[in-house]
């Protein structure tokens, strides 16, 4: 079932298959990329080039469905914050407890220092508790705290 529940969650590849040890090479290849750039802008630079606008979204909305779903978030807020499906936000759990836990771990912890990242979480969180009592009536349309 877990494999099943990846295949549509993650970005297809494809139907030809690589040999593990070239599937292997290519992946240390990109990891050594990524950790040998230290410098934000070169980053930028690097993850403008190499993926496209869609790819980044996606990647970012993993994060914030992450980052909302350990706030205690409910699925269903979750999904109309960041236009996915209830479904899309319970794999992102289960893929998180099942496999992804340390790796998000790292990336929150990273957060949770960054001063940027920090003010990112916190406007994240504010749109949520926003959208809850907008829905319910509770606020003027366009007040966010």
């Given at each position: 079932m ?14 030809h298959?690589l040999?593990k040890?070239t599937?292997t090479?290519?992946?240390?290849s ?5 950790s ?17 606008d869609?790819?980044k ?9 992450i980052i ?8 269903s807020?979750i999904?109309s ?5 209830r ?5 992102m759990?289960?893929?998180?407890e099942?496999?992804?836990k340390e ?6 912890s990273?957060?949770?220092v ?6 990112f979480k916190k406007?994240?969180i ?20």
């Amino acid at each position: 079932m877990y494999n099943a529940l990846l295949q549509y969650t993650m970005t297809q590849v494809s139907k030809h298959k690589l040999s593990k040890k070239t599937e292997t090479e290519l992946i240390g290849s990109l990891i050594t990329v990524f950790s040998t750039i230290t410098n934000s802008k070169e980053m930028v630079v690097f993850i403008n080039a190499f993926l496209t606008d869609t790819e980044k979204l996606m990647l970012a909305k993993r994060l914030a469905l992450i980052i909302l779903i350990l706030e205690g978030m409910p699925d269903s807020q979750i999904s109309s914050i960041l236009h996915v499906t209830r479904i899309t936000v319970a794999k992102m759990r289960y893929f998180y407890e099942a496999r992804g836990k340390e790796g998000y771990d790292i990336a929150l912890s990273k957060i949770n220092v960054d001063k940027r990242l920090k003010a990112f979480k916190k406007v994240l969180i504010s749109l949520a508790r926003y959208s809850v009592r907008a829905a319910g009536g509770y606020v003027k349309p366009g007040i966010i705290d």
